[in-house]
């Protein structure tokens, strides 16, 4: 009966107006304060008022909290029909979490991704475009030398023409070749992946899914699991959108069968 009232609670929390939430939580860092005041005894002494959070900010951390505690109330409930063997109401409770996995949960902000470029004018700069040829040349070698060349080649590309319509395409090549077996460092592969995204929101290629994968493979779970939210939404194309969700889905189930 305490999950069932936690979940009501919960729902109704997800409707409560800004209002209402501006009233009850410092407008900075969002602890319980009283009604009457704005900010906490800490924000007011270590804070001026132009880095306090804004209307904005306090929204989207409504939006998100809600998310979180809405998902938390209804695993709960599945546990709670788990063990007590109701299964009629336990494969609704699994129904609805498998449903909220499917609803697209779109970020407000560019979390984990850094400075977006957007509404930049690129050119077709013939330098650019033989640098890029290049790279691209030497990246298909077999030899590690060579592909060492065409990240020089490439970034010589970024550094010297950063207007180039070409410049998304020129880091992209370089995550590739940092990922591949003959280097393997998925680090600098993970880097390089979104700033080709920074570069062009609008790539052809699934530039988050592949940073994601880099950071899922160095086991960096969390970090995997805040650009996987990303690239279930900004991806290309469905295919992509849907492989970043289902694996999303499952690093947020392992971490919750963790607690």
């Known amino acids: 009966m305490k999950t069932v009232r936690m979940l009501l609670a919960t729902v109704c929390f997800i409707f409560v107006s800004y209002t209402a939430f501006g009233a009850n939580y410092c407008l900075n860092c969002f602890d319980n304060i009283d009604e009457n005041e704005k900010y906490c005894i800490v924000c007011k ?27 938390k109330a209804l695993d709960e409930l ?48 013939e330098g650019a475009n033989i640098l890029l040829k290049d790279g691209l040349m030497y990246k298909k070698s077999l030899s590690k030398e060579n592909r060492i060349t065409a990240i020089k080649r490439l970034e ?14 020129a880091a992209f090549a370089i995550a590739e070749i940092y990922a591949s077996i003959y280097f393997k460092d998925y680090e600098s592969a993970a880097k390089y992946y979104i700033k080709s995204y920074q570069l062009n929101p609008d790539i052809k290629q699934p ?13 960096d779970y969390n970090r995997a699991k805040v650009i996987y939210r990303q690239a279930a939404v900004y ?25």
């Open 45 to 71: 002494t270590k804070l001026s008022v132009d880095k306090l959070k804004n209307e904005e900010d306090q929204l989207i951390y409504a939006v998100t909290l809600s998310r979180q505690n809405y998902r």
């Open 78 to 125: 599945r546990e709670h029909y788990q063990s007590t063997g109701n299964q009629l109401r336990l494969q609704k409770a699994r129904r609805e979490l498998d449903a909220l996995d499917k609803v697209p949960q779109p970020l407000y902000t560019n979390e984990g991704l850094g400075d977006v470029q957007t509404g930049t004018a690129f050119r077709d700069i």
């Open 156 to 169: 010589k590309l970024l550094q010297e023409y950063p207007d180039s319509d070409k410049v998304d395409d």
């Open 207 to 219: 530039a988050l899914l592949h940073a994601a994968e880099m950071y899922d493979k160095m086991a």
């Open 235 to 259: 991806s290309p194309n469905a295919k992509s959108c849907k492989k970043a969700q289902k694996r999303l889905s499952i690093l947020e189930q392992e971490s919750y069968g963790k607690k």
